[in-house]
């Protein structure tokens, strides 16, 4: 993190309280984040943006409307600027451990060869055993049988959150990334949140997205199909996020929550500020092949060089066959999305799949390895 001094900070970020004539100490350290972050939500209140129960009876109050920031021509430049000055002064000079690429094809002994219409073995990702992570993410430490334990009992007990196995194993990665910043499409209840907040330091900031009912009947919209509907119904719009904005855990001050449609215009503008300041997304919203797309789309464009894409949900040949589709043509368009992996693995007749794909954003990556 750089190590801003106060006059540098305010110059950075103009809209912080602090008094700027008496020369007032800033926070430092983790408390800088939380400071900014708090600053933030206190800007984006006074220009009407933040949610605090004014317009509807069932809402996730504490987080941000996307269609009010798209919608208030006077103000969305000012709150896009905000956010996106607000994360960059945050993520300072950038230090974090950044994977490495992993060029070794395992061999393929688990899966069929043809998925959804696709060559998968020839076109598809490198295929990552867990014994190779830690070739691809220096630090990385395997999930102990107890947290793997702990997250399938998470799993279980809230639908719709990211399932056991792929939770922990994302968990342990972006433990040895450490990453500055974080981008969570798909909340729910916020259990993911929860966790992938525990799993970065102290300064990390953690920006989510969900679709609150009350928002259903904008126009443009995507439609849920049945899957989405059962996860839809299964959450209340108070329930969003409520892991985390319910709780005094200190992490919850380095969250900032959206309300909105993460594949509509409405949502555009959020992208445009954080536009390469992603070092990890984390892609569970929608999913339909459009909107997995559009989704995977918006993703390229804010993971940071050499960040990762995180994709829940690949390769479910039963059901939300078309993620997998949607991910596959991805690496085939995305220049941003080339490298792609599937934590899978085998050991004799205990084969393990794993349904978690992500992407190393290799744009500009060779500046790093």
């Known amino acids: 993190m750089t190590n801003f001094d106060n006059q540098a900070l305010r110059n950075a970020c103009p809209f912080l309280s602090a008094d700027k004539d008496t020369g007032g100490a800033l926070p430092t350290g983790p408390s800088r984040t939380e400071y900014l972050v708090s600053e933030l939500k206190t800007k984006l209140a006074q220009l009407g943006l933040m949610l605090e129960g004014r317009k509807y009876n069932d809402h996730p109050a504490g987080f941000i409307s996307l269609p009010d920031m798209m919608?208030?021509?006077?103000?969305?430049?000012?709150?896009?600027?905000t956010i996106r000055k607000t994360v960059q002064v945050i993520m300072g000079e950038h230090h974090w451990n950044r994977p490495s690429r992993l060029d070794v094809q395992e061999k393929d002994s688990v899966h069929a060869k043809v998925y959804a219409g696709i060559d998968y073995r020839d076109v598809g990702p490198v295929l990552v055993n867990p014994t190779n992570l830690a070739a691809m993410f220096p630090g990385f430490s395997k999930p102990s049988v107890e947290e793997i334990a702990a997250r399938v009992a998470v799993g279980k007990e809230i639908y719709g959150t990211m399932p056991g196995i792929e939770a922990a194993y994302t968990g342990a990665m972006i433990k040895a990334m450490q990453p500055c910043s974080v981008l969570i499409i798909g909340e729910h209840r916020g259990a993911l949140t929860d966790y992938v907040?525990?799993?970065?330091?102290?300064?990390?900031?953690?920006?989510?997205?969900?679709l609150p009912r009350w928002m259903s009947h904008l126009e443009g919209v995507a439609p849920l199909d049945e899957i989405n509907q059962i996860y839809r119904n299964n959450c209340t719009d108070e329930e969003i996020g409520s892991i985390w904005r319910t709780s005094d855990a200190p992490y919850a001050n380095r969250i900032i929550g959206f309300a909105g449609d993460s594949t509509h215009d409405h949502t555009l503008e959020l992208y445009v500020a954080l536009r390469g300041l992603c070092d990890v997304?984390?892609?569970?919203?929608?999913?339909?092949?459009?909107?997995?797309?559009?989704?995977?789309?918006?993703?390229?464009?804010?993971?940071?060089?050499?960040?990762?894409?995180?994709?829940?949900?690949?390769?479910?040949?039963?059901?939300?066959?078309?993620?997998?589709?949607?991910v596959m043509n991805s690496h085939a368009e995305s220049a941003n999305l080339q490298d792609l992996y599937h934590l899978s693995w085998a050991v004799g007749e205990d084969a393990i799949q794993s349904n978690l794909a992500f992407f190393l954003n290799r744009k500009i990556i060779g500046r790093f390895l």
């Not at 907040?197 to 969900?210: G, L, P, Y």
């Open 71 to 81: 919608s208030a021509s006077h103000t969305r430049d000012e709150a896009v600027q």
């Open 281 to 326: 997304v984390i892609v569970d919203g929608n999913h339909s092949y459009d909107t997995t797309m559009r989704d995977l789309k918006s993703a390229s464009r804010v993971v940071s060089p050499g960040g990762i894409v995180f994709v829940d949900d690949f390769w479910k040949p039963m059901r939300l066959y078309e993620v997998t589709r949607a």
């Open 197 to 210: 907040a525990r799993c970065t330091r102290d300064d990390c900031v953690i920006v989510t997205i969900d």
